[in-house]
């Protein structure tokens, strides 16, 4: 089978989609398939390359990579209390002064004027160069079905006009995020575009052959919304990254041995996952149990950005919280492996999973999961997992409960929970894929 994958995020890229897709593309070449990919061109990338067998196609208008630079924050930076080579992390204290003051301005002028009235999210200027390069490949492969990947949302307008010019050729839209009904984090501005997300994903439903999803909640959701055949609307769970099957598990570097390590992997948001809640969390903790205030550290693999800024309203607790920033998918599972408890902190949204909630299982860790809603998606998932402990942030806390918790994990139990991730591994996931390409072949 000959796959076109339209996917903004790829590897090297460091997010959920990147790594979700290039496990799978990946796979299916291993399974014979013939795949080709076309993802987003970052500098000093190849426009053209072949990476696990997966043909790599990379575009970008030169306007978008201009806007990247831009947005590029702080996220990548390391946190005063981490180490590298032995000391601390220091910059040329006046080119990072004029850098970070040049794209203080323009990051302004771009929320004030551009980030207003784009559409449909801030891609869609890699909508026009995705497309002439699919159109080149269109003309010189013989395509049996396209895939296109949100988020973002911009992917599926590539789709869709590939759709317009290529009328029989199938067409399998994926979905991380919801995007017309998303409220905490919407893709532009709703009160702009509100009526017009909602319509033109009407029109991605009628369109492609099927419409995946990972959450039941997330299906129900486009039901309501769209009232859309239940058969057309199909749910793939997240994916447990291939990594965890061999994690090295001895790396002593990441963490103090004598610690009690809480560790946070993942991205925060201000609308719908704030930091606010831990760190209060961490604070109390400290301060009810001794040997908590002695050894408890926290943390934190992501971009630092947000955490950062709520972290100046607990400067009595700075030294314990060590922010990595981004790092790659590799040190994170390393890190989880080497921690003694893992922290989730659940969405105010009941539609959407936390990936790394899949991840943490897999570890056969504790798992300290910290949501604000009843049908809260991480709660679901961690059900019937027997190593966690649910924390209702809207609720008083049973803080002598937590420490205990807390204060156990500190006593290492090596314990895969293999069962509980077992629909979730590659193999399975890849077969659900395969499954719906199939049907769209045979028109099903």
């Avoid at 798992?367 to 019937?384: E, F, G, K, T």
């Amino acid at each position: 089978m000959k796959i076109l994958v339209i996917s903004y995020f790829y590897a090297p890229k460091i997010t959920p989609r990147a790594f979700r897709w290039t496990a799978l593309c990946e796979k299916w070449e291993e399974l014979g398939h013939d795949v080709h990919v076309i993802t987003g061109l970052e500098p000093r990338q190849l426009r053209e390359e072949i990476i696990g067998g997966v043909k790599i196609h990379r575009v970008s208008g030169t306007l978008n990579l201009v806007r990247r630079w831009v947005l590029r924050d702080s996220n990548y930076k390391l946190n005063k209390n981490i180490k590298e080579d032995g000391g601390n992390i220091h910059r040329s204290s006046l080119v990072t002064f004029l850098t970070d003051t040049i794209r203080k301005v323009l990051r302004k002028i771009h929320d004030l004027t551009w980030k207003k009235v784009y559409w449909p999210d801030a891609m869609v200027m890699w909508v026009w160069p995705a497309i002439r390069r699919a159109r080149l490949l269109l003309r010189s492969v013989d395509i049996d079905v396209l895939i296109t990947v949100a988020h973002p949302f911009s992917d599926h307008l590539v789709g869709y006009l590939i759709r317009l010019a290529y009328p029989n050729l199938g067409w399998l839209a994926d979905n991380g995020d919801p995007f017309a009904f998303s409220e905490g984090l919407p893709s532009n501005n709703l009160t702009l575009y509100r009526r017009v997300n909602f319509s033109f994903e009407r029109k991605i439903l009628e369109s492609a052959n099927y419409f995946t999803v990972t959450t039941e909640e997330t299906k129900r959701l486009y039901l309501t919304h769209f009232g859309t055949s239940p058969r057309k609307i199909i749910v793939i769970p997240p994916l447990l990254n291939p990594l965890l099957e061999k994690p090295d598990l001895n790396d002593a570097t990441l963490f103090e041995k004598e610690a009690i390590i809480l560790l946070f992997v993942g991205i925060f948001y201000r609308e719908i996952r704030g930091p606010g809640p831990l760190l209060r969390l961490i604070d109390k903790l400290i301060r009810k149990s001794e040997i908590l205030n002695r050894k408890l550290q926290l943390h934190v693999m992501g971009p630092v950005d947000v955490i950062s800024e709520e972290l100046k309203n607990y400067p009595h607790i700075a030294s314990r919280v060590f922010l990595h920033g981004v790092v790659s998918h590799r040190k994170a599972i390393s890190g989880m492996f080497n921690a003694n408890c893992l922290v989730n902190i659940g969405n105010t949204t009941a539609y959407q999973l936390p990936s790394k909630v899949i991840e943490y299982m897999a570890t056969g860790l504790p798992i300290l999961n910290l949501y604000a809603i009843p049908n809260d998606s991480s709660v679901i998932a961690l059900r019937n997992y027997p190593k966690h402990l649910d924390l209702n942030i809207e609720n008083n806390m049973n803080y002598e409960k937590i420490i205990h918790f807390v204060e156990s994990s500190y006593r290492r139990e090596e314990n895969r929970c293999n069962n509980f991730v077992e629909k979730y591994r590659l193999d399975e996931i890849s077969k659900h894929y395969i499954c719906l390409l199939n049907r769209i072949l045979n028109r099903q």
